[in-house]
């Protein structure tokens, strides 16, 4: 069912988003950001997690 694939891939999202922010990983956030829809290919996904990270480098300092 096409919702619950939704659902299931949001929740993919949020669970690598969280581990990322834990560990400081940035490639479980890049990974998070496929998972979850925000960026379609890994190049976009990179360029995203880079310019957010840098962003917010301030509120997320395991991520330095």
Sequence with gaps: DRLAATIIRK??????????????RTQLFVEALLADGAATNLTT?????DELLAAHKKYLPQFA
């Design 11 to 24: 929740l993919a999202g949020q669970a690598l988003t969280v581990e990322a922010a834990l560990t400081g």
């Design 45 to 49: 996904a990179r360029k995203l997690a």
